[in-house]
């Protein structure tokens, strides 16, 4: 076996388990290895017991760097990696203004092959190695976003975008018509190689009751599959929907009387839920998906993270490109903590950190496959320099005159200051990616 083994010196870091109500949820070896076959984690240890077993397979040193599990991001538009940064005014005009006349473009293949690929490139660049996305109504922007990321074997996980209403021509489709192109895209990608698929009604402002039932049966019939969709990210947003959909008693008894609401159910935002709804989540298994950068760039307010820990609601986080305003974990991390910090939680980075990694890959159900280093988990992983930057670099010599660069400062120190220059390699399956600040996605063998 050794000849297709390769081993990665470095400080090895990944979680076993969830920081919140423990502290030895991690492994951290500041002189560790990584040995990798066949794309799939063989061994982590210190470097020179690793080292004793492996004399003769090929080495990378990575000495200084930490060497981490790839991030998870689970919320993002890929339909909207164009309009990122666009003057933002509030959710819905963002929608009106913005999202629907871009996502128009994606009827044309060239078009939603071109920004696929950007996509995914900016997501390498990132040091985001799997991801729950969005593309649009149109058929092609799914197949070119899971053929773009077959093509370097990376796990997506997307479907086609379901709206039936109050969106424009050319954006909405019908019961029938949403149902049967769904379904040939599940038959077609749904654990074809990596890919797995999302049945999803984007919110229930754009899909009438009846949809949003198919969407369920459709669920119910590939039970594997997932169902991402929005709920309660903006004020305005919530009282249209109970106008829509009369005699609800919440907007999450919309989803609950459609039966959207599952153990495999992503509820992108959540931030003006009631304790009711909170309760109804967690007791349903559905995942909520924290996106704070989004949150605070249309202004939708600000999620408690603390009250969903209390409720015991799987969190997660997303970037939301492209309300969210960055492709980095490290940026959207560093956000949520700033926005717990103004609700009295000092939110700690091993929690965003975990919540970026192996608490997502918990939550997709997917905790065999990615999220930590142990043995036989899919080698996606990525290789973090904490001090890039002259100030970065002025930090850690602080630190370490301290006898404080720990593991835990030098997490936080990523979230707070931390962007894709911190990235220095990407590896999907045990294989690098071209250089992050490249412009194409060739692989580097």
């Not at 590896?427 to 250089?435: M, Q, T």
């Amino acid at each position: 076996m050794q000849e297709k083994c390769h081993l990665y010196k470095g400080a090895v870091f990944y979680f076993t388990d969830s920081p919140v109500n423990r502290k030895d949820s991690y492994v951290y070896i500041p002189n560790g290895a990584l040995v990798i076959t066949e794309g799939k984690i063989l061994e982590t240890g210190s470097y020179d017991a690793v080292k004793s077993k492996y004399m003769s397979i090929p080495e990378t040193d990575y000495s200084g760097k930490i060497l981490m599990p790839g991030l998870i991001d689970a919320h993002i538009h890929y339909s909207q990696t164009e309009i990122i940064g666009m003057y933002g005014k509030q959710l819905l005009d963002w929608l009106n203004d913005y999202t629907f006349p871009a996502e128009m473009n994606f009827n044309s293949p060239e078009h939603a092959f071109r920004i696929a690929d950007t996509f995914i490139h900016e997501l390498l660049r990132n040091g985001t190695t799997t991801c729950v996305a969005y593309p649009t109504v149109h058929p092609v922007s799914v197949e070119a976003l899971f053929q773009t990321a077959s093509s370097i074997n990376m796990r997506i996980i997307t479907g086609k975008v379901l709206m039936d209403k109050n969106a424009p021509d050319g954006l909405t489709d019908n019961v029938v018509e949403g149902e049967k192109e769904s379904r040939q895209l599940i038959e077609k990608w749904h654990k074809n190689g990596r890919n797995l698929y999302a049945v999803t009604p984007r919110f229930a402002i754009t899909s009438s009751m009846e949809q949003m039932q198919m969407a369920a049966h459709l669920h119910k019939a590939y039970p594997d599959t997932y169902i991402q969709t929005h709920l309660s990210e903006n004020l305005n947003e919530i009282t249209s929907t109970l106008n829509l959909h009369k005699g609800h008693s919440d907007y999450l008894n919309v989803y609950e009387k459609a039966g959207l609401l599952t153990d495999r159910t992503l509820l992108g935002h959540c931030i003006h839920l009631s304790e009711s709804e909170l309760k109804r989540i967690s007791n349903a298994g559905a995942i909520i998906a924290h996106c704070p950068t989004s949150n605070l760039f249309l202004g939708s307010g600000l999620f408690d993270m603390q009250k969903a820990n209390a409720a015991e609601a799987q969190t997660v986080l997303g970037s939301d490109v492209g309300a969210g305003t960055s492709f980095s974990m490290f940026k959207t991390m560093g956000e949520s903590y700033k926005i717990m910090q103004t609700l009295g939680y000092p939110m700690s980075a091993l929690e965003t950190f975990y919540k970026s990694t192996l608490g997502t890959a918990k939550a997709l159900k997917l905790e065999d496959k990615i999220g930590s280093f142990r043995t036989g988990s899919e080698a996606d992983f990525i290789v973090v320099d904490p001090a890039v930057t002259p100030t970065q670099q002025l930090r850690k010599e602080y630190l370490m005159r301290a006898n404080k660069w720990t593991i835990e400062n030098q997490l936080f120190g990523l979230q707070i200051t931390g962007d894709d220059r911190n990235i220095s390699a990407t590896y999907i399956l045990g294989v690098k990616k071209s250089d992050t600040r490249s412009s194409h996605l060739a692989l580097e063998k």
